[in-house]
């Protein structure tokens, strides 16, 4: 009887836990989508990349204001209404964001959408926890971490094939089904989790949060743009400083804190986090760098681009819930170390990547990478959650979520700049053999004049255009060796996240309900 009723509770989270994936893989799916919308939407509403790239900052910063708080709306209002008002929020959002005019109306409805998608993948952990039994937690978060692997990988492909087929306002329509869905599902499907109706709203840690936050990936995400010591971002970046500083003294002596940072007094969950964010920037890294690859120089399209990460996204799909399983069984330092090793492995393997290289090849490392990836990020962030009180699971997915995201900005920020510095030392260091005094580059010269001259064209014309070609060639060349270098840099942050997967102490079982916020570990 005992284990009827056991497999009974089993089945019963399946169902469950399947509605929150589906809501978690919507939004960051849509998030990932709208990228390769950019240029498209700067031809139909007339505008600049600057005023259209706020279609993809507005959502970011509205996500990254709206998640600390996201623990303390659990608490105080349940998970369930929570995960059911931010899936309506983000289903609204949709619906407006197609039906907009101008590129500032879809910004402002982004900053909706962003409302309801910033609070879903924190309030899905917390429901998570909840519903299903702590001997199947790795299976379920691996599940679960399907979404959030996926989704920047199949995002390109999916917004890639609507744009080319369908209009841009499908890749927003898309959501609406999805999201009703979800609501009417978890209305029936999600138990609602215990409400605390004495919790105390800390005024001054989310107003200090928000604007600390939000001014430091603001900064973020226009330093390349706007250059890292111009007035705007440095005074951004002072501003977040202070404000952030001012949050963590009033959290440090909150008796009821918004983000309880004392969490970070647990060596496992801090050390687990900091892994997870270095492998996000290893993540995101390629996520950035390999489309830039792949159009800038295999001159393929946003589409066949989506094509080719599209196998690389499934195999992450795949180990997801396998890691979770291996995770279950044994543990996130063995699955932990041996993924994110070849995590590190194939992303270095990519700073040889060069205008030649096949696109199998290409998909082979991305493959492997994503091998890796997969089988590691969710049993490493699990071993951090275990060791949180069952009560204060709620804040510590927000705080995880936060550095995360920051942690993300602050490795598109540094890759990007790195690689814009670096393909202009390598655009000079080749310019400099590309002269008539060079015997190599006068002969290419001349065998391209000659070409031109013989097609047709006129002696001035041939000789510009001989030049021009050539210059092409060299900024081509730079802009491979640069990506191989931010590469490089790329894999240095997933190689540093081995030595910390060491000191993980991990514990089977959460510290019990009524236990305090867990201090150091022993």
Same mark, same amino acid.
């Given at each position: 009887?005992?284990?009827?009723?056991?497999?009974?509770?089993?089945?019963?989270?399946?169902?469950?836990?399947?509605?929150?994936?589906?809501?978690?893989?919507?939004?960051?799916?849509?998030?990932?989508?709208?990228?390769?919308?950019?240029?498209?939407?700067?031809?139909?509403?007339?505008?600049?990349?600057?005023?259209?790239?706020?279609?993809?900052?507005?959502?970011?910063?509205?996500?990254?204001?709206?998640?600390?708080?996201?623990?303390?709306?659990?608490?105080?209002?349940?998970?369930?209404?929570?995960?059911?008002?931010?899936?309506?929020?983000?289903?609204?959002?949709? !619906?407006?964001?197609?039906?907009?005019?101008?590129?500032?109306?879809?910004?402002?409805?982004?900053?909706?959408?962003? @409302?309801?998608?910033?609070?879903?993948?924190?309030?899905?952990? /917390? $429901?998570?926890?909840?519903?299903?039994?702590?001997?199947?937690?790795?299976?379920?978060?691996? /599940?679960? +971490?399907?979404?959030?692997?996926?989704?920047?990988?199949?995002? %390109?492909? /999916?917004?890639?094939?609507? $744009?080319?087929?369908?209009?841009?306002?499908?890749?927003?329509?898309?959501?609406? %089904?999805?999201?009703?869905?979800?609501?009417?599902?978890?209305?029936?499907?999600?138990?609602?989790?215990? !409400?605390?109706?004495?919790?105390?709203?800390?005024?001054?840690?989310?107003?200090?949060?928000?604007?600390?936050?939000?001014?430091?990936?603001?900064?973020?995400?226009?330093?390349?743009?706007?250059?890292?010591?111009?007035?705007?971002?440095?005074?951004?970046?002072?501003?977040?400083?202070?404000? $952030?500083?001012?949050?963590?003294?009033?959290?440090?002596?909150?008796?009821?804190?918004?983000?309880?940072?004392?969490?970070?007094?647990?060596?496992?969950?801090?050390?687990?986090?900091?892994?997870?964010?270095?492998?996000?920037?290893?993540?995101?890294?390629?996520?950035?760098?390999?489309?830039?690859?792949?159009?800038?120089?295999?001159?393929?399209?946003?589409?066949? #681009?989506?094509?080719?990460?599209?196998?690389?996204?499934?195999?992450?799909?795949?180990?997801? %819930?396998?890691?979770?399983?291996?995770?279950?069984?044994?543990?996130?330092?063995?699955? +932990?170390? @041996?993924?994110?090793? !070849?995590?590190?492995?194939?992303?270095? &393997?990519?700073?040889?990547?060069?205008?030649?290289?096949?696109?199998?090849?290409?998909?082979? @490392?991305?493959?492997?990478?994503?091998?890796?990836?997969?089988?590691?990020?969710?049993? $490493?962030?699990?071993?951090?959650?275990?060791? /949180?009180?069952?009560?204060?699971?709620?804040?510590?997915?927000?705080?995880?979520?936060?550095?995360?995201?920051?942690?993300?900005?602050?490795?598109?920020?540094?890759?990007? #700049?790195?690689?814009?510095?670096?393909?202009?030392?390598?655009?000079?260091?080749?310019?400099?053999?590309?002269?008539?005094?060079?015997?190599?580059?006068?002969?290419?010269?001349?065998?391209?004049? =000659?070409?031109?001259?013989?097609?047709?064209?006129?002696?001035?014309?041939?000789?510009?255009?001989? !030049?021009?070609?050539?210059?092409?060639?060299?900024?081509?060349?730079?802009?491979?060796?640069?990506?191989? &270098? #931010?590469?490089?840099?790329?894999?240095?942050?997933?190689?540093?996240?081995? %030595?910390?997967?060491?000191?993980?102490?991990?514990?089977?079982?959460?510290?019990?309900? =009524?236990?305090?916020?867990?201090?150091? &570990?022993?």
């Amino acid at each position: 009887m005992q284990s009827h009723t056991a497999a009974e509770k089993e089945a019963s989270f399946w169902l469950p836990l399947f509605v929150l994936v589906i809501g978690a893989f919507a939004a960051i799916l849509n998030s990932s989508s709208i990228n390769v919308a950019i240029p498209k939407l700067m031809s139909i509403f007339g505008v600049s990349a600057n005023d259209i790239q706020w279609v993809i900052t507005a959502y970011m910063l509205t996500s990254a204001v709206v998640i600390p708080i996201t623990g303390y709306l659990g608490d105080r209002f349940g998970g369930k209404r929570v995960y059911i008002l931010s899936t309506a929020a983000f289903t609204a959002g949709s !619906i407006l964001c197609a039906f907009a005019w101008s590129s500032n109306s879809l910004i402002v409805f982004r900053v909706i959408q962003g @409302i309801g998608g910033g609070i879903i993948m924190p309030i899905t952990m /917390v $429901l998570i926890y909840r519903i299903v039994p702590i001997e199947k937690i790795g299976l379920a978060l691996g /599940v679960w +971490g399907m979404a959030a692997v996926m989704g920047p990988a199949v995002g %390109p492909t /999916v917004g890639g094939y609507i $744009l080319e087929h369908f209009s841009w306002r499908l890749l927003f329509i898309i959501n609406v %089904p999805v999201g009703i869905v979800g609501v009417l599902l978890s209305i029936y499907l999600l138990k609602e989790t215990p !409400i605390k109706k004495d919790t105390k709203f800390d005024f001054w840690g989310f107003l200090f949060a928000a604007v600390g936050f939000f001014a430091l990936l603001l900064a973020l995400s226009q330093g390349s743009k706007e250059g890292w010591s111009s007035y705007y971002i440095v005074m951004l970046f002072i501003l977040s400083f202070f404000t $952030l500083l001012l949050f963590v003294l009033v959290e440090l002596f909150s008796e009821d804190p918004m983000m309880d940072l004392r969490l970070l007094k647990n060596k496992t969950f801090l050390y687990t986090t900091i892994v997870g964010s270095l492998i996000n920037i290893g993540l995101y890294g390629g996520v950035f760098l390999t489309p830039l690859f792949a159009q800038n120089l295999m001159g393929l399209s946003a589409y066949d #681009t989506g094509i080719l990460l599209f196998p690389s996204a499934m195999v992450s799909g795949v180990m997801m %819930p396998v890691s979770g399983i291996l995770f279950d069984k044994f543990g996130a330092k063995v699955v +932990g170390l @041996i993924g994110v090793t !070849i995590t590190a492995v194939a992303t270095l &393997d990519m700073y040889h990547l060069d205008v030649n290289t096949s696109q199998m090849t290409v998909v082979i @490392i991305m493959c492997i990478r994503s091998f890796g990836i997969g089988l590691s990020m969710m049993p $490493l962030m699990t071993a951090g959650m275990n060791v /949180v009180a069952k009560h204060l699971i709620g804040r510590a997915s927000s705080l995880g979520n936060v550095i995360r995201q920051v942690a993300s900005s602050f490795g598109i920020a540094v890759l990007t #700049t790195i690689m814009q510095n670096r393909q202009t030392f390598h655009a000079a260091t080749l310019s400099e053999g590309v002269s008539y005094s060079s015997p190599v580059a006068a002969n290419i010269i001349k065998q391209v004049q =000659g070409a031109l001259l013989s097609s047709g064209a006129g002696s001035d014309d041939s000789t510009s255009g001989a !030049i021009s070609m050539v210059v092409g060639l060299v900024q081509k060349q730079a802009m491979a060796l640069a990506i191989n &270098d #931010t590469f490089l840099i790329s894999a240095l942050f997933v190689f540093a996240a081995i %030595p910390l997967i060491f000191l993980i102490n991990e514990k089977k079982k959460p510290a019990p309900a =009524g236990m305090p916020s867990p201090g150091p &570990d022993k």
